[in-house]
């Protein structure tokens, strides 16, 4: 395509022109802005005077904001509406922006630039948060490689291309594994059980593929209801083979996207690239960017909380037994049992099931009611916006303002599955805040889910377990459109070390435990009834339902994944090592069959390579900083006014340990997440 063509992706409009971009946008965009990007670079080189910030941090800065805004629209649309065009011209990209992220990382004289800068008095005379900005970026060359030279440069520029390559291949692995199964299903009745919101969203993917009955799928909307509720063992062991072996050499589509010698040159690439810069393992490597001190540190941690909770998961399982046992007559559980049985006991137990709670969350409510809770807790507004283009009918925009008016950032809201979208929920970032030229440049977030769309006339409801991954999304969001820092790396979330990221995300979640916020997000989707007080128990009650197995689980994907790229050596036998990791610490085994790696795309695929831990890490200083709010009261202005200015303000500007001890007046301690997942009594049990 000419250059002289309009390109709505080199647009320099304040959103992007979703309407317009089409995939042979792409490639042309991505290479002019790389050519400006890299005139930049030179012009900053060039310059005669000494290294300055306006000289030099300023334009670097500018550089990758105006990289990104192309790219980042391009990397959504790939992520919510893929196509074959789209997908080739992204995967295009891949080598192009990988390389010149390495060439960067890798600039001698760039880098000379900076530690002149560093050691110059104009340096000492930054404020903290800009002294950070030169800090990590010194950081990142050494972690770029930039000491490295000859033929070690170019192997490490090579593996960098590589592992980007890699990680996508093995996501579109998953993706297409994922939708390359399905099951039809002529008569309703082999379906007996599963709840009539699923068998909805059953039958219309049917008539959608042009076919007769129900189908059924492995994406998550699909999978759970019926792992959890179908009466026929069989079908449940079908659809779990099928979940389990996805992206591997066994199952029903057994070689067709196996990710096993995909996750295999991972793992070497990663052991490689760590060695090159001087670590012993990746593990060590990952760490430079995150709160944790040292391997052992996350090591005992980890082991600390499989310890803990580890007679709580047995007893647990234990329960379990002894029901399926007494009640049903059966001796051994299946991995496809599990679920099943599992929801079978939380009834018995607590009278309640997700689908008991589902009518109660249609997902406008909750959205709304979500927004109504924010505002309170962080003195906010949000507004809906119409006729801003997007890239789908079903994504909403919305607006977010101070109490004063001020304009503070805006979101889209993407929440429905549909083909060509990536599974699961997320947020990403479209607009990052900053000043340009002297104008402020508000931030601009993504928010992505996949709930069950409206089926026909009745609309989508949802359960209250997607209303807790709504929650953990915003979380995410507002970190990164509450920040107050306009400088684009330690702005929102970016700059903020890996394992405290998910501080703001797992910290909202408990709002939609609390009966004040409830009573915003939920209404009876035919007769607005409120939520009835006893399910209101019910469910608060359940929800440390199993909980000592729920976080065993956690713990087994955490130690898996950071002692991998501990230990890794070449013929490491990567099944063997995850046997080993639930010797340690698992109550439950699953079939040998089970090829959970190939498709942990979160470690793989994702930023989580070692450290997948910080979950759980970053969940101590959630729940931690949520008990304040229990002790003061959930809508505590106070609490809230502190949280937003010590912790979603500052973004990447201050250490994420700085920022919560200034919220919670010391640093954190692991009680509140102990007594949070019911792995230690509540408070009250403690006073009795
Ligand atoms: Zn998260």
Same mark, same amino acid.
């Given at each position: 395509?000419?250059?002289?063509?309009? #390109?709505?992706?080199?647009?320099?409009? @304040?959103?992007?022109?979703?309407?317009?971009?089409?995939?042979?946008?792409?490639?042309?965009?991505?290479?002019?802005?790389?050519?400006?990007?890299?005139?930049?670079?030179?012009?900053?080189?060039?310059?005669?005077?000494?290294?300055?910030?306006?000289?030099?941090?300023? @334009?670097?800065?500018?550089?990758?904001?105006?990289?990104?805004?192309?790219?980042?629209?391009?990397?959504?649309?790939?992520?919510?509406?893929?196509?074959?065009?789209?997908?080739?011209?992204?995967?295009?990209?891949?080598?192009?922006?990988?390389?010149?992220? $390495?060439?960067?990382?890798?600039?001698?004289?760039?880098?000379?630039?900076?530690?002149?800068? =560093?050691?110059?008095?104009?340096?000492?005379?930054?404020?903290?948060?800009?002294?950070?900005?030169?800090?990590?970026?010194?950081?990142?060359?050494?972690?770029?490689?930039?000491?490295?030279?000859?033929?070690?440069?170019?192997?490490?520029?090579?593996?960098?291309?590589?592992?980007?390559?890699?990680?996508?291949?093995?996501?579109?692995?998953?993706?297409?594994?994922?939708?390359?199964?399905?099951?039809?299903?002529?008569?309703?009745?082999?379906?007996?059980?599963?709840?009539?919101?699923? /068998?909805?969203?059953?039958?219309?993917?049917?008539?959608?593929?042009?076919?007769?009955?129900?189908?059924? $799928?492995?994406?998550?909307?699909?999978?759970?209801?019926?792992?959890?509720?179908?009466?026929?063992?069989?079908? &449940?062991?079908? /659809?779990?083979?099928?979940?389990? $072996?996805?992206?591997?050499?066994?199952?029903?589509?057994?070689?067709?996207?196996?990710?096993?010698?995909?996750?295999?040159?991972?793992?070497?690439?990663?052991?490689?690239?760590?060695?090159?810069?001087?670590?012993?393992?990746?593990?060590?490597?990952?760490?430079?960017?995150?709160?944790?001190?040292?391997?052992?540190?996350?090591?005992?941690?980890?082991?600390?909380?499989?310890?803990?909770?580890?007679?709580?998961?047995?007893?647990?399982?234990?329960?379990?037994? *002894?029901?399926?046992?007494?009640?049903?007559?059966?001796?051994?559980?299946?991995?496809?049992?599990?679920?099943?049985?599992?929801?079978?006991?939380?009834?018995?137990?607590?009278?309640?099931?997700?689908?008991?709670?589902? @009518?109660?969350?249609?997902?406008? *409510?909750?959205? *709304?009611?979500?927004?109504?809770?924010?505002?309170?807790?962080?003195?906010? %507004?949000?507004?809906?916006?119409?006729?801003?283009?997007?890239?789908?009918?079903?994504?909403?925009?919305?607006?977010?303002?101070?109490?004063?008016?001020?304009?503070?950032?805006?979101?889209?809201?993407?929440?429905?599955?549909?083909?060509?979208?990536?599974?699961?929920?997320?947020?990403?970032?479209?607009?990052?805040?900053?000043?340009?030229?002297?104008?402020?440049?508000?931030?601009?977030?993504?928010?992505?889910?996949?709930?069950?769309?409206?089926?026909?006339?009745?609309?989508?409801?949802?359960?209250?377990?997607?209303?807790?991954?709504?929650?953990?999304?915003?979380?995410?969001?507002?970190?990164?459109?509450?920040?107050?820092?306009?400088?684009?790396?330690?702005?929102?979330?970016?700059?903020?070390?890996?394992? =405290?990221?998910?501080?703001?995300?797992?910290?909202?979640?408990?709002?939609?435990?609390?009966?004040?916020?409830?009573?915003?997000?939920?209404?009876?989707?035919?007769?607005?009834?409120?939520? @009835?007080?006893?399910?209101?128990?019910?469910?608060?009650?359940? &929800?440390?339902?199993?909980?000592?197995?729920?976080?065993?689980?956690?713990?087994?994907?955490?130690?898996?994944?950071?002692?991998?790229?501990?230990?890794?050596?070449?013929?490491?036998?990567? /099944?063997?090592?995850?046997?080993?990791?639930?010797?340690?610490?698992?109550? /439950?085994?699953?079939?040998?069959?089970?090829?959970?790696?190939?498709?942990?795309?979160?470690?793989?695929?994702?930023?989580?390579?070692?450290?997948?831990?910080?979950?759980?890490?970053?969940?101590?200083?959630?729940?931690?900083?949520?008990?304040?709010?229990?002790?003061?009261?959930?809508?505590?202005?106070?609490?809230?006014?502190?949280?937003? %200015?010590?912790?979603?303000?500052?973004?990447?500007?201050?250490?994420?340990?700085?920022?919560?001890?200034?919220?919670?007046?010391?640093?954190?301690?692991?009680?509140?997440?102990?007594?949070?997942?019911?792995?230690?009594?509540?408070?009250?049990? #403690?006073?009795?």
């Amino acid at each position: 395509m000419p250059d002289h063509h309009h #390109n709505p992706l080199l647009d320099d409009s @304040p959103l992007p022109a979703f309407a317009d971009i089409r995939a042979e946008h792409v490639l042309p965009a991505i290479e002019q802005a790389l050519a400006q990007a890299r005139a930049t670079l030179a012009a900053v080189l060039g310059a005669s005077a000494a290294p300055s910030w306006a000289t030099l941090v300023e @334009p670097m800065e500018a550089l990758g904001e105006r990289l990104d805004r192309v790219w980042s629209p391009v990397r959504h649309l790939h992520a919510v509406l893929d196509s074959p065009a789209l997908r080739e011209a992204y995967g295009a990209c891949l080598p192009l922006l990988s390389a010149f992220h $390495t060439e960067l990382a890798q600039n001698k004289a760039l880098y000379a630039a900076y530690r002149s800068f =560093a050691a110059s008095p104009a340096y000492d005379a930054l404020d903290a948060p800009r002294r950070r900005v030169v800090d990590n970026a010194l950081r990142d060359f050494r972690l770029g490689g930039v000491a490295l030279a000859g033929a070690q440069r170019e192997r490490y520029a090579a593996i960098q291309t590589r592992l980007s390559d890699l990680a996508s291949r093995f996501s579109n692995n998953v993706l297409d594994a994922t939708q390359a199964w399905s099951l039809t299903v002529a008569d309703e009745a082999a379906l007996a059980g599963v709840p009539e919101s699923a /068998l909805a969203a059953a039958r219309q993917r049917a008539s959608a593929a042009g076919e007769r009955g129900l189908r059924l $799928t492995l994406d998550l909307p699909c999978y759970l209801p019926v792992m959890a509720h179908a009466d026929d063992p069989a079908l &449940r062991q079908r /659809l779990y083979e099928a979940y389990v $072996t996805r992206a591997s050499d066994l199952g029903p589509d057994a070689g067709r996207f196996d990710n096993g010698p995909l996750l295999e040159e991972i793992l070497a690439l990663r052991q490689e690239k760590a060695e090159l810069l001087g670590f012993a393992n990746y593990a060590c490597y990952s760490l430079q960017r995150k709160m944790a001190r040292s391997t052992d540190e996350v090591l005992e941690f980890l082991r600390n909380l499989a310890a803990r909770s580890h007679a709580v998961a047995q007893a647990e399982l234990d329960e379990l037994g *002894r029901f399926v046992n007494q009640e049903h007559g059966i001796d051994t559980l299946a991995a496809w049992d599990l679920a099943y049985y599992s929801e079978k006991l939380e009834r018995r137990r607590f009278d309640i099931s997700q689908e008991d709670l589902r @009518p109660y969350f249609p997902v406008q *409510r909750v959205i *709304r009611g979500m927004f109504d809770i924010v505002e309170r807790l962080f003195a906010i %507004r949000i507004r809906d916006r119409a006729n801003v283009a997007t890239w789908h009918r079903d994504v909403s925009f919305h607006e977010i303002t101070d109490a004063d008016g001020t304009m503070l950032g805006a979101l889209y809201l993407d929440p429905f599955a549909r083909s060509g979208k990536r599974g699961g929920a997320w947020m990403d970032v479209c607009r990052t805040r900053m000043r340009r030229s002297g104008e402020l440049q508000t931030p601009v977030a993504y928010l992505s889910c996949n709930f069950t769309p409206p089926v026909g006339e009745r609309p989508a409801i949802i359960t209250h377990d997607e209303v807790s991954t709504l929650f953990h999304e915003f979380g995410h969001g507002l970190h990164h459109l509450l920040t107050q820092v306009d400088i684009p790396s330690i702005a929102g979330i970016a700059g903020v070390e890996w394992d =405290a990221v998910e501080l703001p995300s797992q910290f909202l979640e408990n709002w939609c435990y609390e009966p004040e916020a409830l009573a915003l997000i939920s209404a009876h989707h035919e007769t607005g009834a409120a939520l @009835p007080a006893s399910l209101l128990e019910r469910l608060r009650a359940a &929800r440390n339902f199993q909980c000592g197995m729920q976080m065993l689980r956690q713990v087994e994907f955490a130690l898996f994944d950071f002692r991998l790229h501990i230990e890794y050596r070449p013929g490491l036998d990567v /099944l063997a090592l995850l046997e080993d990791v639930r010797d340690e610490v698992a109550v /439950l085994r699953p079939p040998e069959f089970n090829r959970f790696p190939h498709a942990f795309s979160h470690i793989f695929a994702g930023g989580y390579g070692a450290g997948y831990y910080s979950y759980k890490w970053a969940e101590v200083l959630s729940s931690d900083a949520y008990s304040r709010f229990e002790e003061s009261g959930v809508f505590d202005r106070a609490a809230g006014a502190d949280f937003r %200015r010590e912790i979603l303000a500052r973004g990447g500007g201050r250490g994420a340990l700085a920022c919560f001890v200034a919220f919670r007046g010391r640093e954190p301690a692991i009680a509140a997440l102990l007594r949070h997942s019911g792995i230690e009594p509540p408070l009250e049990a #403690n006073a009795a």
